[in-house]
């Protein structure tokens, strides 16, 4: 299986901009997709953006279209995740996850992910 661990998280203004990386490790990366997904307190988990295994197709949260973009490097093992124009309600903890599906699709959910990593805080100051 795959492990992950998520970086690069912090705190910024609103507007701001931060690229979260997440790390893996596993001998199988280059063949699965990946996804990132946040989680605020008291709230569910929410499907952010998904990149398919070469990086050929990505997927976005209408919350963070046009302003996130999912990127991978399979040669480094590494997935991030650019977030520019920040807001507050952006503030949550992020997560990867490996797509256990793989094929691309309209809808991804948390429970369609598993080997999550531990999570990167990311808090967006008004």
């Known amino acids: 299986q795959v492990q992950l661990v998520e970086s690069g998280g912090g705190l910024v203004q609103a507007g701001g901009s931060l690229r979260l990386s997440c790390a893996a490790s596993g001998r199988t990366f280059s063949s699965i997709a990946m996804g990132w997904f946040r989680q605020a307190p008291g709230a569910e988990r929410e499907f952010v953006a998904r990149i398919s295994r070469l990086g050929t197709n990505t997927y976005y949260g209408d919350s963070v279209k046009g302003r996130f973009t999912i990127s991978r490097d399979n040669v480094k093992n590494m997935v991030y995740l650019q977030m520019n124009s920040l807001k507050p309600e952006d503030t949550a903890v992020y997560y990867c996850?490996?797509?256990?599906?793989?094929?691309?699709?309209?809808?991804?959910?948390?429970?369609?992910?598993?080997?999550w990593g531990q999570g990167t805080q990311v808090t967006v100051s008004s």
């Open positions: 996850a490996v797509d256990s599906i793989g094929y691309s699709r309209s809808y991804y959910g948390a429970s369609e992910f598993d080997s």
